[in-house]
């Protein structure tokens, strides 16, 4: 009877462990989540107490490469941060906490939430001040991939690490994966680098020596300009300092791979939480884009070897049929010295051998955007408004560079004024040398036409657009969420060094900030 029970007993263990290993994703509550992983570590879903998520921004710390370590700030003290992952049409609640010394907030990139939700310091809210709490609450209307990070002093805050992914999943799925992974890339500067704005360094802190006067008083936004030049006195090359690049926090080799079986059809959904353009390179398999910022595409092609680059804000989702064996690699290629570690494998759970190798520095075609997929009759008859944006580039009389909007920085930047239902076309010309991925809070947009020509492949919804050199797009948008709305690039060091503006909609009544919190929008 006692030998039995034993056997029992072992069983009982054996049945838990065997259920453990092929449900590996509960979250905080308890409960099932679908089979989604991220590189280096197993999911990590936001803290749930009830109806609501918990999110708490404190201080952490990672080991990225190698034995160095690096102190960040993050959301719940990881990098990315945790994913919340919601059911369209669900009501979502989200409690911010903050733990650190400083101001946060958290802004919904690419959600189209209300305006007092959207978490910009100064603008929509004012900043959540050190152990304060604020709750964010908006309905999930729009699936897709999305992300989210703090907008008080964000070209340090998020360089720092305050940021995490959001997934909205249609409520009627059509497509069933077998494997849903998310990629957040970064870049990162060493920790023992001296000097910089003290991103991503090894004190704890930040140099806030540059940031002397941006607490001002101003009677509009409670936001300092006047200090975003000075902020940055960055050149051409100010990337230059960050050599680490990761994908979910880790860099190769300590990336976890991607594991499948043959025969699944997979789901990547890639986020670029960084400053800069990754040229990312799928090995082994055809694969097609299903969605650009979470929007869908009209019956994409699939494709092979040929990159996809996603720059700082964008998101693309991509869907493959798991039909090799081995291990395949997905890379950035490029020539900075960080991009060798941005890489990871697809590894068949079948087999280990036939590993791939990699080839950062092949010159492939990139995928172009405005002719993939399939077009659709459409007109885009008349609009009610149409603004010209030039996106330039010029030395202040301190000899910094400085960002422009129509010649302006945001201090003295004319909003673009709107009117609920309007019909907006926005022309976006870059007269500057350096790339300007601009994002508009709060809606999507069309993409019309890219240097005068319009777009041959399927209708393209986005948020973020990359805007290069020498290129000039149109965008169109309708005025369907009323408030007061950044528009600005996403290089947050471009940002912060000027180019900002706002999309204001007339009759609004906007948000008043405290003359005395510290709110610093970018």
């Known amino acids: 009877m006692k030998r039995m029970l034993i056997i029992l007993v072992a069983a009982v263990f054996f049945l838990a462990a065997c259920s453990n290993k092929s449900n590996p994703h509960q979250n905080h509550t308890g409960s099932m989540e679908p089979n989604i992983q991220k ?114 002093n964000s070209a ?73 030049g000075n902020m940055q006195g960055m050149n051409m090359d100010h990337m230059k300092d960050y050599k680490t690049f990761t994908i979910n926090g880790k860099a190769s080799p300590e990336t976890e791979p991607l594991m499948v079986k043959k025969g699944d059809l997979v789901k990547l959904r890639l986020v670029n939480a960084g400053f800069m353009t990754h040229q990312i390179h799928i090995h082994g398999h055809s694969v097609k884009v299903t969605n650009m910022d979470g929007q869908p595409i009209n019956k994409p092609q699939e494709f092979k070897d040929q990159l996809i680059a996603i720059a700082p804000g964008e998101r693309y989702e991509f869907e493959f049929k798991a039909d090799q064996t081995g291990k395949w690699l997905i890379e950035c290629h490029g020539k900075m010295e960080g991009t060798k570690d941005m890489k990871t494998f697809i590894q068949y759970e079948e087999s280990s051998s036939n590993q791939d190798k990699a080839n950062e520095g092949q010159e492939l075609p990139v995928l172009d955007i405005t002719s993939y997929g399939e077009k659709v009759a459409e007109t885009n008859g008349s609009f009610d408004k149409e603004y010209q944006v030039d996106l330039g580039e010029k030395t202040d009389n301190n000899m910094n560079e400085i960002f422009t909007i129509n010649g302006n920085t945001f201090k003295t930047a004319k909003p673009f004024m709107v009117k609920q239902g309007d019909k907006i076309k926005l022309t976006l010309t870059n007269t500057g040398k350096q790339d300007h991925p601009m994002h508009l809070h ?81």
């Open 156 to 228: 340090e805050q998020v360089d720092k690490g305050l940021y995490g992914t959001v997934i909205v999943e249609p409520k009627d799925e059509k497509v069933k994966y077998n494997r849903d992974y998310t990629l957040v890339f970064d870049e990162w500067k060493d920790p023992e680098a001296e000097g910089g704005n003290g991103s991503h360094d090894n004190s704890g802190g930040m140099d806030h020596s540059s940031h002397s006067s941006m607490n001002s008083n101003d009677s509009d936004m409670n936001m300092d300009h006047s200090a975003h």
């Open 442 to 522: 709060g809606h999507f947009f069309q993409v019309i036409s890219k240097n005068g020509k319009p777009l041959t492949g399927s209708p393209i919804m986005k948020d973020t657009l990359n805007v290069r050199s020498g290129e000039s797009y149109e965008i169109s948008f309708t005025a369907d969420n009323p408030g007061d709305w950044m528009f600005h690039c996403h290089d947050l060091h471009h940002a912060a060094a000027g180019m900002a503006t706002t999309v204001k909609y007339e009759g609004y009544s906007s948000f008043k900030p405290d003359p005395k919190a510290k709110n610093i929008s970018e």
């Open 39 to 152: 590189t280096g570590a197993q999911p990590v879903f936001a803290k749930k107490n009830g109806d609501m998520f918990e999110i708490t921004a404190q201080q952490g710390m990672v080991q990225l490469k190698g034995d160095k370590k690096w102190n960040i700030w993050a959301y719940d003290g990881m990098n990315p941060g945790p994913t919340i992952r919601v059911k369209q049409g669900e009501m979502v609640k989200v409690k911010l906490k903050n733990k650190l010394p400083e101001p946060v907030t958290i802004h919904w990139h690419g959600l189209p939430v209300p305006n007092k939700m959207d978490g910009v310091a100064g603008l929509t809210q004012n900043a959540v001040e050190p152990g304060k709490e604020f709750v964010y609450e908006f309905e999930a209307t729009v699936p897709g991939t999305y992300w989210y990070h703090s907008h008080q």
